[in-house]
């Protein structure tokens, strides 16, 4: 079956310690993304990516890296940098309809893996 | 399990009874909407959506119900089950812009 895997499901680590948490797709979609998700709040765009080796910042990027080196690849790196790093990280990916830019996400669902719990004490 | 929403709104409803989630969304250039499911512990799966040339679209057990005239989106789902126990967010995307906006979400309950 076509899915999204995000590995591992639950991560703990240090303050002040980097941390990369892992997106894998099969679906052959272009487009990437990886939201951060806290009690109460809806989904906040980190990072999206809509081709290899290309990636844009969203609306909370400060103290997250990521990279974009496959297809079926995002990685994304929770740095020291990151104030309040605790929290349930969700990646998803998208078809891109229109690749030579413009609405390119307007039409097109998100499909989403299962998460990464990562707490940091 | 996760608990994805401590605050949400929530809804509790008898099973086998239909329930209505409502969304007000915020952006009157936002034209296509989304509602999706997110069971404690998974990612969000994609329900249901619609564009906004339309104002009703019917699915599986579930109809989306869009009104622009007060920029209000709501997901009823017949018959409710057990297994709809779920978050329900909805999300819209501004013409003017590349991303997608969710909204906080309505913790749905059933009762037996």
């Known amino acids: 079956d076509g899915g999204i895997t995000q590995s591992p499901k639950y991560l703990f680590r240090k303050e002040g310690q980097n941390v990369t948490l892992s997106c894998e797709q099969n679906?052959?979609?272009?487009?990437m993304y990886w939201y951060r998700q806290d009690p109460g709040q809806g989904l906040r765009l980190i990072y999206y990516?809509?081709?290899?080796?290309?990636?844009q910042k969203g609306d909370i990027a400060e103290g997250y890296s990521v990279s974009r080196e496959k297809k079926e690849s995002f990685p994304l790196t929770v740095t020291s940098a990151q104030k309040n790093p605790t929290a349930f990280y969700l990646c998803?990916?998208?078809?891109?309809?229109?690749?030579?830019?413009?609405?390119?996400?307007?039409?097109?669902?998100?499909?989403f893996g299962n998460g990464t719990r990562l707490t940091v004490t | 399990g996760e608990s994805v929403g401590l605050h949400l709104p929530t809804l509790s409803v008898q099973e086998g009874d239909n329930s209505i989630i409502n969304c007000a969304y915020s952006?009157?250039?936002?034209?296509?909407f989304i509602w999706y499911k997110q069971e404690s512990g998974k990612g969000p799966q994609f329900i249901i959506d619609?564009?906004?040339?339309?104002d009703k679209r019917q699915g599986q057990r579930v109809t989306v119900l869009l009104n622009k005239t007060v920029k209000h989106l709501s997901l009823q789902i017949a018959a409710t089950q057990p297994g709809d126990s779920a978050v329900y967010f909805c999300?819209?995307?501004?013409?003017?812009?590349?991303?997608?906006?969710f909204g906080s979400g309505t913790r749905l309950s059933i009762r037996p």
């Open positions: 998803a990916s998208s078809i891109v309809e229109d690749p030579t830019g413009g609405f390119w996400i307007r039409n097109s669902p998100l499909h």
């Open positions: 679906l052959n979609h272009d487009a």
């Open positions: 990516s809509q081709i290899v080796n290309d990636f």
């Open positions: 952006n009157s250039a936002s034209d296509y």
């Open positions: 619609i564009r906004s040339n339309m």
């Open positions: 999300a819209e995307t501004p013409s003017s812009a590349s991303k997608i906006i």
